[in-house]
C-alpha cells in the first residue's frame, strides 16, 4: 500500500512538472546568445503575453538576443523572487521585470546585479537601487489625467465618479488614482465628484460584485474608471446585467481583445492602454544595449529603440516610453487582433 | 429564554439563521438598502455557484475527506466550455452544459481514484491536483482569455435572464439543492456517505465499500464543479485562469459555517446552504458598508470564525441541556 | 508488620449509569507484591486510575504513609511516589529511551536549560540496575515489548517511586522475559517497594505475589495470603454469585448442525481451530484476552482472511471474502467494542439499525421510508431501545441502549447465525439481563448463536456448550452440565482439563 502511494505521488509530482516546464517556457540554452528575460506579474495574463511578442519581435531585429518568457503562476513576490533566484543560478544577460512588489524584490535584484546582469524594470517598477532603468509605460501624471479626461467625455463633465482598482497595495494603480484626485479638482471638472475608490483584487467576482456595490451606494453614479483590464471586464458586465448602460459610464485600462465586445456595443465608450507589444520591446531594446555597452543606463543616456525611436533615459533611470492610446468603436477591432 | 425559543435553538441550522439575521440587520444599520428585496435576490444569486460547489463539497467532508481542487476543477471545465463555444458557436448550449459536467465529472474521477483506489489521503491529492489543473488550464487556454465578444449570447445567457421571477442563476442552484436534497437523504448512496464518514469500521463491518464512497463522492464534487465552471465563465462572461483561485476555502468555510464536522459523518445540505448564505451576504455588504479595503479581508475572517465558535457554543449549551434531559 | 504505604478506604466511583466501584477498601503494605484479581470488568481497572489521579473517586478517601490525600492529577501521585506501568505501553516511540523516561520531569541545569547529560547519566544507571542492555539513546520504536516494558519501569524507577502498579505485565511477554520480571520484582520488593501486580495468571499469582485482593462488579470481595490459599478458593472468590438470576438461559431444542469449522487458521492469532453449531444453540466462546477468540470470529465473517481450514455453512463450504457476502449468507456479527466497530453515533438510530440492510431496503437506489420505518420500529421495540425516538442520534443514547441498537441491527438482518462478541461489555446490570434474556430467546426460536465473552459467569450461565482457547488454539470443549468455573479457567490458562494447580 505504501509503495501505491509513493507511485502516485510521483506520478503527480511528474505530471504537475510537465505542466509547469511547459508554462515556464524554457528554450533550448544557445550559449552564444544574449538571454534577455522579461518576468511579468503573472503567467496567463493577455498583456503581458503581447509583452512578450513584443520582446521576440525586438530579439529577432536585434539578431543575436534570445527573449525568454517567465512568469509566478500567481502574482505574488514571492514567485518571483523565486525565479530571480534560479536565473541568478542560470547567468543569464539581462532581466526585465514587472514587479509585484515595488520592495520585496530589491534584496534578490541586487543579489543579481552583484552577478553581473542587467536589471531594469518596466510597467510595474521596482524602486531606486533595485534596478537600473525603470521603464513607466507612460507618465504616471499623463495616464491619471487621461483617464479623468475620458470618463468626463463620457458623462458630460458631471456627476458622480467612483474608481474600481485591482488591490490596495498595487503600485501603478494608487500612483494613477493620486493623480486622478489631484486631476479632477482642475475648473473643467466642477461638476463632477470622485466619490469612492473600491478594490476588487483582479478577481472577476470580487470586482463585479464591488462594482454593484457602487451602483448601490450611489445610485446617481455617472461614471466608473477602472484602470485595470479585469476590473474594467467586470464593471462593464455588472453595468450591463442591472441594466444600467448608457447610465452608468466606464472606462479604464483595458486590453482592446478582452474589451471588444463591451466597447462595441457602447457599454464602454472609450477606454486607454499603451501598447504592451511595444513596452516588452522597448524593454528588450534597452536592456539589449546596455549589455551591448552600447549605453551605460544613466540619466540622459539616449537608447536606440529600433521602431520606438529613441528613448531617454531620465533621473533616477525613471524613463517614459510615451503616451496611453485611445481605444473605441472605430479602431477597436483592429487592436484587438493584436493583444 | 422561554421554552418554544429553546426549542429552536436545538438545531444548528436555526442558531445559523439567528447568526445570519444578526448579520443582516448590523449590515443594513449601515446601509440601509441593503436589505431591498431586489439586493437580497442579487446575493442569492451572488451565491448560487458557491452553493453547488459546497454541496459537493459536502460530500467529500462527510466522508472525512476533502476538495481543495474544487476552484482549479471550475477553472479547468470553465475554460474548456468557453473554448468549445469560441471555436464552435454553434454547438448547442445544453451540449455545452453537459460536456461542462462531464469534463468536472473526470476530474473528479480521477481524484476520487487517488483517493479510493491509490491509497493517497485527500488533502494530498487535491492538494496536488489543484496545481495540476490549474496547470492543464495555463497549458489548454495557453494564457489567454475567453472573453465576451468570443461567447455566444446563448452562452453568456445561461445564467442570465429570468423564469418564474427568479434569476436563472438562482434557479439552476435551486434544482442543484433539490436535487443533492434527496440524493443525500433519500438513496442509499446518501446513507452510505453519512456510514463511511461516522465509522468507518462499522460501514465495512455491514458491507458498505469504501472505495466505492470515496471515487463517488469525488466524482460528484467534480460534476458540481464542472457545470459550476459553465456557470462561472457565463455569468461573468470572461473565461481566465484565475477563475475561482481561492474558491476552495471558500467552499470549505461554507460548510464549516453549515456545522459539517470535518471529521466526517455529520452535516446537512441546508446547514451548508445556510453557511453559503452567510457567506454571500458578507462578501456583498462588504463592499457597501464603506470599510477600509484593508480591513475587509480580516473582517471576513472574523465574522466567519465569530459565527463558528457561536455556533458551536450555542450547541454546546443544548448538547448540555440534552444530556440533562435524559439523566432525568 | 510491614509499614502501610498507600491505603484507600470506601472509595466509590460512579460514571453515567454505571456504578464502576462502590465501597472498595484496598491496601497496599511495602515490601510486598499484592495481586489484584477480579474478572474483567471487576473494576480494576478504575482502581488503577484511581489510585494514579487519572480519575477522582466519587467518595471515599486515599490515605499515603496514613496522611489523607488527593490526587488530582496523575503528576500528583507521581509526586506522591504512585506510579503505575500499563498494560500496552503508553510510550513515545520516536524519542529515546532517555527522552521517554524523563518526559514530564526532566532535569534541568541552574541556567533552567535542560540537562541531558546529567539525564543520560541517569538512565544508564537505572538500565544497568535492570541489567538492560540497551543504550539511552536508542528510540523506543526499535525495542520489542519486552524491552519497552522494562523501559517502563526503568521510567517508574526514575521518579523513585515507591507504589509501582504492574497492569497485567506479562501478557506480552515470552517465558524468558517473565523471569526477567520476576526477578526484577523480587529486586523491588526487596528494596521495600510496594508494588500492585495485576494478573489473571494463577501460576504467576502463586509464584510471585504474597498477598492479594479480589474484586467483582466494582466491589471488593475479599483478601488474604497467597501461601494461605488455594487457587479453588480464588476462583470461587472472583466469581461466586448465584448464576440463575442473571443468566435466565431457556432450554432449547438443539437443532441439526448449521456452521461446521474445521482447522481454521490464522497466522499469528489462532491455529487449527475447529468447532462446530446447530440450531437453537448458543455456544459459548472463553478465553483470556489474546487467545484468539475474535480473530476467529472475524475470520469467519470475512474481516480476516484464514491462511488455511474450511468453513461449511448449511452444508456449504463458505469460501467468505468479505462482510457483505458473508451477511447475504445469513451470518451476522456484533463486534466487541461498539465504539469503534458497532454503531454509527452521528446517526440516527433509524439508519443505524437499517443500514446492513439498505440495499434490501431501496429500489434502485432510492430507500423506501416506509419500509425503513417498518423494520425499525420491528426491532427497535424488540430489543426495547429506550430512546426519545428514531431519529435522534445514537450518541445520545447509554452505552447498554447503544448495544441493543447494534444488536438490532444485526438482527434485523433475519440472520441464521448471531455471533455475539463480549455482548455485555461494560454495560449496566439491568441491560445486562434483558440482553441474556433476549440472547435467551432467540436462540429458543432456533437461532445459531456464538456468544465469544471474557466474563465467567456469563459463559457458565448462557451457553449449551463451551469452547475454550488459550493462546489461539482451543484447549477444551465443555458441555453445559460438565463444565464448572474452576475447570473453565484452568482449560483457559492453558492447563488441561482437570489438572489442579497447587
Known amino acids: ?339 | 429564554m422561554n421554552k418554544k425559543l429553546e426549542k429552536i435553538l436545538q438545531n444548528r441550522e436555526l442558531n445559523l439563521v439567528l447568526l445570519t439575521a444578526v448579520l443582516l440587520i448590523a449590515v443594513t444599520l449601515r446601509a440601509p438598502s441593503f436589505l431591498a428585496l431586489k439586493n437580497i435576490e442579487r446575493i442569492v444569486n451572488d451565491t448560487a455557484i458557491l452553493i453547488m460547489v459546497a454541496s459537493g463539497q459536502l460530500l467529500v467532508i462527510l466522508t472525512g475527506g476533502i476538495d481543495l481542487s474544487v476552484g482549479a476543477t471550475i477553472a479547468f471545465s470553465g475554460m474548456a466550455v468557453s473554448m468549445l463555444n469560441q471555436y464552435n458557436p454553434s454547438m448547442p448550449v445544453v451540449v455545452l452544459i453537459l460536456l461542462g459536467v462531464l469534463i468536472g465529472t473526470l476530474l473528479g474521477a480521477f481524484n476520487g481514484a487517488c483517493v479510493a483506489f491509490g491509497k493517497v489521503p485527500p488533502v494530498i491529492t487535491t492538494l496536488g491536483t489543484m496545481s495540476i489543473f490549474r496547470g492543464f488550464t495555463f497549458v489548454l487556454s495557453k494564457g489567454q482569455w475567453v472573453t465576451a465578444h468570443e461567447m455566444t449570447e446563448a452562452y453568456m445567457n445561461i445564467p442570465k435572464g429570468k423564469m418564474l421571477l427568479l434569476p436563472n442563476l438562482t434557479i439552476w442552484a435551486i434544482v442543484v439543492f433539490i436535487i443533492m436534497f434527496y440524493f443525500i437523504r433519500y438513496t442509499r448512496s446518501g446513507r452510505e456517505i453519512y456510514a463511511v464518514g461516522g465509522n468507518k469500521t462499522a460501514a465495512h463491518f455491514v458491507g458498505v465499500s469504501e472505495k466505492k464512497v470515496n471515487f463517488m463522492v469525488f466524482t460528484i464534487a467534480g460534476a458540481l464543479c464542472g457545470l459550476a465552471g459553465v456557470m462561472w465563465t457565463a455569468r461573468y462572461a470572461a473565461a481566465v485562469n484565475e477563475t475561482a483561485l481561492g474558491f476552495e476555502l471558500q467552499t470549505v468555510a461554507a460548510c464549516v459555517l453549515g456545522g459539517v464536522s470535518l471529521a466526517g459523518g455529520a452535516g446537512t445540505l441546508t446547514g451548508v446552504v445556510m453557511g453559503a448564505l452567510f457567506l454571500g451576504i458578507i462578501n456583498n455588504a462588504l463592499p457597501v458598508v464603506n470599510l477600509s479595503p484593508f480591513f475587509q479581508m480580516g473582517i471576513q475572517g472574523f465574522v466567519v470564525l465569530a459565527a463558528i465558535v457561536a455556533n458551536v457554543l450555542m450547541e454546546q449549551r443544548n448538547d448540555k441541556k440534552l444530556l440533562a434531559g435524559r439523566r432525568r | ?502
Open chain 1, 1 to 339: 500500500m505504501k509503495n501505491k502511494i509513493v507511485l502516485t505521488m510521483l506520478l503527480l509530482a511528474m505530471v504537475s512538472g510537465f505542466v509547469f516546464a511547459n508554462g515556464g517556457g524554457d528554450k533550448a540554452a544557445d550559449a552564444e546568445k544574449t538571454k534577455i528575460v522579461l518576468l511579468v506579474k503573472s503567467l496567463g495574463n493577455g498583456f503581458f503575453e503581447a509583452v512578450a511578442d513584443g520582446g521576440v519581435e525586438a530579439a529577432e531585429e536585434l539578431g543575436n538576443v534570445e527573449s525568454i518568457y517567465m512568469g509566478p503562476s500567481s502574482a505574488t513576490a514571492e514567485g518571483q523572487i523565486e525565479i530571480i533566484e534560479t536565473l541568478i543560478a542560470q547567468k543569464v544577460d539581462g532581466i526585465a521585470i514587472s514587479a509585484n512588489d515595488p520592495d520585496a524584490l530589491i534584496p534578490v535584484t541586487k543579489k543579481a546585479m552583484k552577478a553581473g546582469i542587467r536589471v531594469i524594470s518596466f510597467d510595474s517598477n521596482i524602486s531606486s537601487g533595485g534596478r537600473e532603468v525603470a521603464l513607466a509605460p507612460s507618465d504616471t501624471n499623463l495616464i491619471g489625467q487621461q483617464q479623468v479626461k475620458l470618463i468626463a467625455e463620457l458623462c458630460d463633465y458631471k456627476g458622480e465618479i467612483a474608481i474600481l482598482s485591482a488591490t490596495a497595495q498595487a503600485t501603478n494603480q494608487n500612483a494613477w488614482i493620486a493623480v486622478m484626485k489631484e486631476a479632477i479638482k482642475a475648473p473643467e471638472y466642477k461638476d463632477m465628484k470622485l466619490v469612492d475608490v473600491v478594490y476588487g483584487d483582479d478577481a472577476a467576482d470580487k470586482s463585479y460584485r464591488e462594482a454593484v456595490g457602487l451602483f448601490e451606494k450611489y445610485p446617481n453614479l455617472a461614471g466608473i474608471i477602472s484602470p485595470t483590464t479585469v476590473g474594467v471586464l467586470a464593471a462593464s458586465k455588472a453595468i450591463e446585467d442591472e441594466g444600467l448602460k448608457g447610465k452608468v459610464q466606464i472606462t479604464g485600462l483595458g486590453l482592446p481583445s478582452e474589451m471588444q465586445h463591451y466597447i462595441e456595443n457602447g457599454t464602454c465608450g472609450q477606454m486607454a492602454l499603451w501598447n504592451p507589444v511595444d513596452l516588452g520591446y522597448s524593454s528588450t531594446y534597452i536592456l539589449a544595449r546596455m549589455i551591448a555597452g552600447d549605453i551605460e543606463g544613466k540619466a540622459g543616456d539616449k537608447v536606440d529603440a529600433g521602431r520606438m525611436g529613441s528613448i531617454t533615459i531620465g533621473p533616477d533611470g525613471e524613463t517614459i516610453m510615451g503616451e496611453p492610446f485611445v481605444f473605441n468603436k472605430d479602431n477597436i477591432a483592429k487592436y484587438a487582433s493584436i493583444f
Open chain 3, 1 to 502: 508488620m510491614k509499614d502501610i504505604v498507600l491505603q484507600l478506604k470506601d472509595i466509590a466511583k460512579y460514571f453515567p449509569g454505571i456504578k464502576a466501584l462502590d465501597k472498595v477498601d484496598f491496601t497496599i503494605r511495602t515490601g510486598e507484591v499484592h495481586a489484584l484479581i477480579g474478572e474483567n470488568g471487576a473494576g480494576k481497572s478504575t482502581l488503577v486510575k484511581i489510585m494514579t489521579g487519572v480519575y477522582q473517586p466519587t467518595r471515599g478517601s486515599i490515605f499515603r504513609n496514613g496522611k489523607s490525600v488527593q490526587f488530582k492529577t496523575s503528576h500528583d501521585a507521581q509526586e506522591a511516589g504512585v506510579v503505575a506501568i500499563h498494560q500496552e505501553a503508553s510510550m513515545f516511540s520516536e524519542l529515546t529511551v532517555t527522552e521517554n523516561i524523563f518526559m514530564g520531569h526532566h532535569l534541568k541545569k541552574a541556567s533552567g536549560m535542560l540537562d541531558w547529560k546529567a539525564m543520560t547519566r541517569h538512565t544508564a544507571d537505572l538500565l544497568n540496575k535492570l541489567e538492560l542492555d540497551i543504550s539511552p539513546d536508542t528510540l523506543i520504536k526499535n525495542l520489542g515489548t519486552a524491552q519497552r516494558h522494562m523501559v517502563e519501569i526503568a521510567k517508574a524507577l526514575s521518579v523513585d517511586a515507591e507504589v509501582v502498579i504492574m497492569d497485567e505485565p506479562t501478557s506480552a511477554l515470552s517465558l524468558k522475559e517473565v523471569e526477567e520480571l520476576y526477578k526484577i520484582v523480587r529486586q523491588l520488593k526487596n528494596e521495600g517497594k510496594a508494588i500492585v501486580f495485576i494478573s489473571h495468571k494463577f501460576d504467576e499469582i502463586f509464584e510471585i505475589c504474597d498477598y492479594f485482593t479480589v474484586f467483582r462488579d466494582g466491589q471488593y470481595i475479599g483478601e488474604g495470603e497467597v501461601a494461605k490459599s488455594s487457587i479453588d478458593e480464588i476462583v470461587k472468590m472472583m466469581v461466586g454469585r448465584s448464576l440463575n438470576q442473571m443468566y435466565p438461559k431457556k432450554e432449547a431444542k438443539i437443532g441439526e448442525t448449521i456452521l461446521d469449522v474445521e482447522g481454521l487458521s490464522l497466522p499469528g492469532y489462532f491455529s487449527d481451530v475447529s468447532f462446530n453449531l446447530h440450531k437453537g444453540e448458543i455456544l459459548g466462546f472463553f478465553g483470556l484476552v489474546g487467545a484468539g477468540r475474535s480473530e476467529v470470529m472475524r475470520t469467519i465473517f470475512g474481516i480476516d482472511k484464514k491462511s488455511a481450514g474450511k468453513i461449511t455453512l448449511a452444508g456449504e463450504v463458505l469460501e467468505t471474502t468479505n462482510p457483505g457476502l458473508a451477511m447475504k449468507k445469513g451470518i451476522a456479527y456484533v463486534p466487541e467494542d461498539r465504539q469503534e466497530q458497532g454503531a454509527i453515533l452521528e446517526m440516527s438510530l433509524s439508519h443505524n439499525i437499517t443500514l446492513p440492510q439498505i440495499n434490501d431496503l431501496s429500489d434502485f437506489g432510492v430507500l423506501n421510508s416506509k419500509r425503513e420505518k417498518n423494520v425499525t420500529e420491528e426491532f427497535g421495540n424488540k430489543m426495547e431501545i429506550k430512546a426519545a425516538n428514531w431519529k435522534v442520534n445514537a450518541n445520545t443514547l447509554s452505552g447498554g441502549n447503544q448495544q441493543k441498537v447494534v444488536l438490532a441491527k444485526w438482527l434485523a438482518t433475519n440472520p441464521q447465525i448471531l455471533i455475539l462478541d463480549e455482548p455485555t461489555k461494560g454495560i449496566d446490570v439491568a441491560t445486562k439481563a434483558a440482553v441474556h434474556k433476549f440472547i435467551s430467546e432467540m436462540a429458543g426460536e432456533g437461532l445459531a448463536v456464538i456468544m465469544v465473552s471474557s466474563e465467567l459467569p456469563e459463559i457458565l450461565g448462557m451457553s449449551d456448550r463451551i469452547v475454550i482457547m488459550h493462546e489461539g488454539k482451543v484447549t477444551s470443549l465443555m458441555n453445559r452440565d460438565e463444565a464448572d468455573s474452576d475447570k473453565v479457567i484452568l482449560a483457559a490458562t492453558g492447563h488441561g482439563q482437570g489438572d489442579r494447580h497447587e
